[in-house]
């Protein structure tokens, strides 16, 4: 279970203070997968940041009763000077896991060949993306964060290997995606929530969310 308690987020922009939480409860209960609408620059990634424990919030308490990723794709918590293999038995060793096997399932995962053994600093963008995309999968969540502004990679083995793990995990865990497009959210979850002025409106299927956030993006 993941929830939050009269929750409030803001930031100073230079000009004015961006309000992205006031005051918001809710949860997510294990096997209610959920998907969030809201519109670029609403504060998506800040949100989905605050559940991982990422970014703490300016008042209020999240309480996180299950074992919860970090987001998809999240470049942090690697270090650029170790390689991938010291990096993989750290992230082990944190959250409790067996070191030989993250290792092993990354280094199958991500197709790196020798650079799995080189600093993260030599790799470009997308061998970064596929790395930690890897280890994510290697790890085990009761609720997984995707953010739709994930870093991609255009390796198509690497994708479709990713994406049918990825597939199959979601199948028993629940998921939290956050997205401006409904589609994104149609793939994962049945209900969803949007976010709006600092508020996150709860709804049980995804088509009422669709309603509210139509009319909040048209209008």
Same mark, same amino acid.
């Given at each position: 279970?993941?929830e ?18 006031? =005051?918001?409860?809710?949860?997510? *209960?294990?096997? !209610? ?6 519109? !670029?620059?609403t ?9 991982a424990?990422? *970014?703490?919030? #300016?008042?209020?308490?999240i309480n ?20 991938a =293999? *010291? ?12 070191? $030989? ?5 990354? =280094? ?12 993260l600093?030599?790799y ?15 790890? $085990? ?5 995707? #953010? ?6 255009? $390796? ?14 979601? *199948? !028993?865990t ?17 209900s969803?929530?949007?976010?709006? $002025? ?13 309603q509210?956030?139509?009319y909040?993006?048209?209008?």
């Amino acid at each position: 279970m993941l929830e939050f308690i009269e929750v409030s987020k803001s930031f100073w922009t230079g000009k004015q203070r961006k309000v992205i939480l006031d =005051r918001v409860s809710f949860r997510v *209960e294990l096997g !209610n997968s959920l998907g969030i609408l809201a519109p !670029n620059g609403t504060g998506k990634t800040t949100l989905i940041n605050m559940m991982a424990g990422l *970014e703490k919030p #300016d008042e209020g308490r999240i309480n996180r009763a299950c074992r919860i990723s970090f987001p998809l794709g999240f470049m942090g918590g690697v270090v650029s000077r170790h390689t991938a =293999r *010291e990096n993989a038995r750290y992230i082990a060793r944190l959250y409790g896991l067996d070191p $030989d096997y993250v290792e092993a399932f990354s =280094r199958w995962l991500c197709g790196l060949e020798e650079y799995f053994d080189m600093p993260l600093g030599t790799y470009s963008s997308g061998m970064r993306s596929r790395f930690t995309f890897s280890l994510m999968l290697a790890l $085990d969540f009761d609720i997984y964060l995707i #953010d739709e502004g994930m870093p991609s990679t255009t $390796d198509v083995e690497f994708n479709r290997k990713a994406g049918a793990i990825l597939r199959e995990r979601l *199948e !028993n865990t629940t998921v939290i995606v956050v997205s401006h497009q409904p589609a994104t959210l149609e793939k994962f979850c049945r209900s969803a929530a949007v976010l709006r $002025d600092g508020q996150l409106y709860m709804f049980d299927t995804l088509e009422e969310a669709k309603q509210l956030y139509d009319y909040q993006t048209q209008g």
